[in-house]
DNA sequence: AACGTTACCAAGCAAGCGCTTGGTTTGTAA
DNA sequence: TTACAAACCAAGCGCTTGCTTGGTAACGTT
């Protein structure tokens, strides 16, 4: 495994760059964690405030709106989560190996370290407004773009038949999904599944 | 086509027993439209009853509470699909092909005439009492193990490798997510990303 | 014609919400 | 010791929310 795999394995919400223990890192880690289990919306500033120990009030010294918290969430997930693929693709140059990298890579922010901010990304996603939306998308146009090369280069290779898009999009839906009943502690581990679905993707080993 | 699919097609909000024109139909009906687009908790009571032109406190003349249309919504909307895959396993009864039917029938929740409301099922899950979660979760179970039959025949005959709860789940995921981005009007049909998500879970046609 | 049920309106209440305000503490560096 | 910014508190404002209340119109049944 890669440095940058094993290193994100570490902690809880992750080493992510903005999240560390300043008093602006804690409320964006509380806030992940209570946006994912109760949303946005039901989440209100007097909950953040309170699990971090500070008034209400006092959250408005460090955010302009609450909006901006879950924006700057959804910013700093997207980040680091960008540069882990990144740091996957040069590890693995080789097509095959690299899917299998990018596979291991996205589990391991949907249901390992980024887990908490991943799933305020992908469920809170309505909630921001139509601007950040935008600039969000930009920051995620990025992300897919790795995929995509990836994808293609295993196209040209003729190991993938089927449109790289769809085949994108079958992938995201099966590793998104995982973070409603991936066990961290069952008997399947992230890279089995990962394997699991790696075939799902290339078929059956022929050529390894 | 069995019958049951070809009449699916049809209505947009689909022929959800419960969602026709009474009052209380056409509550549910513009009700789980405005929480798609907007989210329940973003969704007011107002929206709602504007929606159908009546006046907002009107609408608890039809339910005691505005978490009874969540409830109210998600049940017809599971309960119209469950009898949709049954009747799919009744047309086919061999392994495969039900196993293709199922994916048709599932996709045309997701992404056909029940979109609206299954929409509604997967992103406002948390909005439910735990109580209701529970009712729903039972109603879920009885859909799911339709889907474990189907699976684990296939596993008798030796076309399924993997586990059928791991299996089942990543075609959970696939269908899901294809209601972000899949284009009912674009060049790829329902039909043939059935066919592609069948491939992905029994592999190349081998014995057909 | 009288009745009862269904569907609705007009008005508003109590609670909770995001956010503001003016002032106080805490840490750091000259 | 003084100076100053960052971090925070205590109080509360204005608005929106789900829901209630008391009453009215429409309509089928006897």
Redesign the pocket.
Known sequence: MAQAEAQATRSVTGGIHGMDD???GKLLSAAARLFRDKGF??????DI?RE???????????F????DILFAVMVEVIRFNTARLRDACVAYPAPLAQLEALVRAELQSIIGDTSEAMSVLVYEWRCLSEDRQREVLALRAVYEQIWTDCLEALRAEGMLEDDAFVVRRLITGMASWANTWFDQHGSLSLEALAHIIVRRVIGEPRDR
């Open positions: 300043s008093p602006r919306d039901r989440t209100t500033v007097r405030a971090v120990g500070i008034q209400s009030g006092s959250i408005f010294h460090h302009p709106t609450k909006d």
